[in-house]
């Protein structure tokens, strides 16, 4: 290996301003070496001189605010670069794979384990794609610097330290800051024929269907956390949109692929109100998130050779780092974002959940699991001006009442009670597909009540979201004890979207994710 040397200057020295105003940026924004691939790269490649980047943060005090405000969204981040990754590699390393190596095996271990169990910090990509990202180390590189720049606006954004000021003056700087690698996506947005209009495109969405929606339900979720952060100044409002927008994402993965998004995901469309206050990040973005269907589109396409791949990804590097390649106006590329349909491409980020006053998100620990057998669901009974719950009881206790009863009643082997707690138009979330009220009668009820019988639940945290007629519950449980002959001691999440009906609370969607 060879290379160049590179030198990082001080944090204090990060940044600079001519006098001028413009933004000098003394930081190696993405170090670069030159490294031989020979011996490296596969058998299709010839052997030649690549270089290949480290990209770095631009030093902050804001660093990290994102994960430490909202640690749930931040893991499913780590997730999400897992899910591309292992994407990429497979369709370069088996490409005579069957389809439903993608679209049932691996698809599976995502929304089954990977998701629910996300990584707490991102992992190296080389080590899940090795021969992938010796094939393309430029694309895999512009991926990586734009995920960078993702994770560092998301901290600005997050910082509640930072006023209005101080975080569009850190927005400014860590554009500079991104821009000045070549590895930068432009500011200018794409037109859609980048990616719908050449001669390979489409072929991956249109092979492999289920696959393709959750990779751009992950792009929903990238653009839509933006919304709650630039329009909600209180903590405690952004919290509630925030869970809100969690919410939404796994209401996606119910039923696949009809529940996922059919257009891809646009920021104007899902996050106007970032747009319209950073439309040169949304622009960018949008470029990446185009640039990762061209990629898999080449990668499955017959109409590209196997030993042309590497050639045609290069090719197409250049075209999305060109700020004039098939660029469009900054009008066009809003009203084409609105033309594809909020609903396709996954919905409003903010507003289509009712908005809460307060959000009481106060850890709440409970053990529940061998519940007196002779206790029942306790739901509260209506009072006579027709309210449901005690009058002096709050709504937010009336749902976790509700949770509780349901999960009570399975530890109980009390399979009406339990079932009676479900609205008649549940969707039971059950190891990666969704069941009705009598799919789930019939299915997975008798092995969940028996698995609660068994095992202890534990609520760690949890919290409601109120909303006019309806609420999101949210919890992290753990649970353990033996089930069978496996010992468990796992962590998971549970979801649950409940309806207020005359006889009371009921449970409209109910999620799972942990493992047993």
Not at 182 to 187: K, M, N, Y
Not at 268 to 290: C, G, V
Not at 379 to 391: M, T, V, Y
């Amino acid at each position: 290996m060879m290379g160049t040397r590179t030198t990082t200057p001080d944090k204090g020295h990060a940044m600079s301003r001519s006098r001028s105003g413009r933004s000098v940026v003394r930081t190696v924004a993405a170090a670069a070496l030159l490294v031989v691939v020979a011996g490296m790269s596969p058998p299709e490649a010839e052997a030649q001189v690549e270089r290949v980047y480290h990209s770095m943060y631009l030093p902050a005090d804001h660093n990290w605010a994102f994960r430490d405000q909202y640690p749930a969204v931040d893991r499913l981040f780590n997730a999400f670069d897992y899910g591309h990754g292992i994407l990429y590699e497979t369709l370069w390393s088996r490409p005579d794979a069957p389809v439903t190596l993608l679209e049932e095996e691996i698809y599976a271990d995502l929304t089954q384990r990977i998701l629910p169990n996300p990584p707490r910090l991102p992992m190296p990509e080389a080590s899940f794609m090795p021969r992938y990202a010796r094939l393309v180390p430029l694309a895999k590189e512009m991926f990586e610097w734009a995920h960078v720049l993702h994770r560092q606006t998301y901290d600005i954004l997050a910082d509640p330290r930072l006023s209005e000021e101080e975080r569009d003056r850190s927005m400014a700087e860590l554009l500079d800051y991104y821009l000045i690698s070549d590895l930068a996506f432009p500011t200018a947005p794409k037109g859609m024929e980048i990616m719908d209009e050449q001669y390979f495109s489409k072929e991956f969405r249109e092979s492999y269907p289920r696959f393709n929606g959750l990779i751009w339900a992950y792009h929903w979720l990238q653009v839509a956390v933006y919304e709650p952060l630039v329009t909600y100044e209180d903590s405690e409002a952004r919290q509630t949109a925030m869970t809100a927008v969690l919410a939404r994402f796994w209401q996606m993965l119910e039923d696949p692929p009809e529940a996922l998004p059919s257009e891809m995901p646009m920021t104007p469309a899902i996050a106007p109100a970032f747009t319209e206050r950073y439309p040169e990040f949304a622009a960018i973005f949008d470029n990446l998130h185009m640039m990762h269907d061209v990629i898999s589109d080449i990668l499955v396409s017959d109409q590209v050779p196997r030993n042309r791949k590497r050639e045609e990804i290069y090719r197409q590097a250049d075209l999305f780092r060109d700020p004039g390649s098939m660029a469009v106006s900054r009008d066009e590329w809003i009203a084409m974002a609105l033309g594809h349909g909020l609903d396709a491409q996954g919905g409003a980020a903010v507003g289509w959940f009712p908005e809460a006053a307060t959000l009481r998100a106060a850890p709440h620990h409970e053990h529940h699991g061998h519940a007196d057998e002779h206790t029942g669901p306790q739901q509260p009974e209506p009072d006579p001006e027709g309210h449901h719950g005690h009058a002096d009881v709050a709504p937010e206790a009336d749902v976790r009442a509700t949770v509780l009863a349901f999960h009570t009643a399975l530890a109980n082997g009390a399979e009406e009670e339990a079932l009676a707690l479900l609205h008649p138009e549940v969707r039971i979330f059950e190891q990666g597909h969704p069941e009705t009220l009598e799919e789930y009668r019939a299915g997975h009820l008798a092995m969940d009540m028996a698995f609660a019988q068994e095992v202890e639940r534990e609520v760690l945290q949890d919290e409601v979201v109120m909303g006019d007629g309806s609420a999101l519950y949210l919890a992290e449980v753990r649970s353990h004890g033996v089930f069978g002959d496996r010992e468990i001691d796992s962590p998971g999440v549970e979801t649950a979207f409940l309806v207020e009906t005359p006889e009371g609370w009921r449970i409209r969607h109910f999620h799972w994710s942990s493992r047993r």
